[in-house]
């Protein structure tokens, strides 16, 4: 770290008292990747310390609507005002764009807010990653997946994360019991306390499997208020849109986690169900000719290092012809 910038010089820029070299030091020093963390914990320690006036967005929006729906503001006089004929639909046209304008404001404040307090990591179409939290635990993100982690007391004040896609998670288990929490948009949260599990959370549902340790998937039912399943080692749960969850043990819960190392593992898996892999996994869209063909099934496990490698071994194995046709691509019966 340069010696010259520590704690006290950010906190004098982040109040304006830096001179120009004092600034051009401080912008050096943010070019190197290893100080972003560090720069955000100290950003985060001068706001809580300085805190700035918070305006009430709603109030003020409901202000503003009161003030462009009247027919004249309140401090002007009915002898003083000036009549200007406006058509009703240009005042509802100012109306609406002041309210896009208010909440195109908010959504900017909270997804500034969230990318602040948390670390994001994401993997693309066809890419899978390993991630190495802080206390020690280990997540893999399969393709096309999303996982957010706190930048600040992650491991200490909290142990909870979010996903939005599909991923192997080695939980380290703490001296105090701390639970660790991985949240989902589909309402479901699955809590360990260390353990090593997958799961799988998109838009078709969530999946939990475990592999070792002990977790608790909680969920919600409609009208209904939470429930809870218990897993042990060799369980699946599936959780449907409609909140039905349904639990089952398995054989070979490793091979749920196969993708990690570019294996797929299908067991009795329709054609139908292995498009979903591909738009999920490889942003590719498959489309089948014939229900027939649809309801093929494949078994076994094949090594692929791409979407185009894996394709052409299902192809093979099912018989069936694959023609690209811009955009997507179309499988059939092979001719006879």
């Not at 809580?48 to 609507?65: D, G, I, M, P, R």
């Not at 360990?192 to 549902?205: C, D, I, Q």
């Not at 494949?298 to 012809?321: H, K, M, R, T």
Request: charged share 20%.
């Amino acid at each position: 770290m340069n010696q010259l910038v520590n704690k006290q010089l950010i906190f004098d820029s982040f109040a304006g008292k830096t001179t120009s070299l004092q600034r051009k030091l401080i912008d050096e020093w943010c070019e190197d990747p290893r100080h972003e963390e560090l720069f955000y914990e100290w950003l985060e320690e001068w706001e809580q310390s300085h805190l700035q006036y918070v305006a009430e967005e709603q109030n003020a929006l409901k202000n503003y609507t009161n003030f462009l729906t009247s027919d004249r503001p309140a401090d002007v006089q009915a002898s003083d005002a000036i009549s200007i004929p406006f058509p009703k639909s240009t005042t509802r046209h100012w109306l609406l764009w002041a309210v896009a304008a208010s909440i195109t404001i908010l959504v900017g404040s909270f997804i500034f807010r969230q990318q602040l307090l948390n670390q994001t990591y994401e993997t693309a179409y066809g890419q899978t990653r390993v991630v190495q939290l802080e206390d020690g635990s280990q997540v893999t993100l399969n393709a096309n997946t999303t996982l957010r982690v706190p930048r600040f007391g992650f491991g200490r004040e909290t142990r909870q994360v979010w996903l939005d896609g599909e991923a192997l998670f080695s939980v380290t288990h703490m001296a105090n019991n701390q639970r660790f929490v991985v949240k989902t948009d589909n309402g479901a949260d699955v809590v360990v306390l260390g353990t090593e599990f997958t799961l799988y959370a998109r838009a078709r549902g969530t999946q939990v499997v475990l592999q070792r340790g002990k977790v608790e998937l909680h969920y919600h039912q409609a009208g209904q208020s939470e429930r809870q399943i218990t897993l042990k080692p060799g369980d699946l749960v599936n959780l449907k849109k409609n909140g039905v969850a349904r639990l089952k043990p398995i054989p070979q819960p490793a091979n749920y986690a196969a993708w990690r190392d570019h294996r797929y593992v299908f067991e009795e898996t329709s054609l139908r169900e292995i498009t979903y892999m591909f738009q999920e996994n490889f942003g590719i869209s498959l489309e089948i000719s014939d229900p027939e063909t649809a309801a093929l099934t494949l078994s076994g496990a094949y090594p692929a290092q791409s979407a185009d490698e894996l394709l052409s071994i299902i192809a093979e194995a099912l018989n069936v012809q694959v023609t690209r046709q811009s955009d997507k691509v179309l499988l059939a019966p092979q001719p006879i």
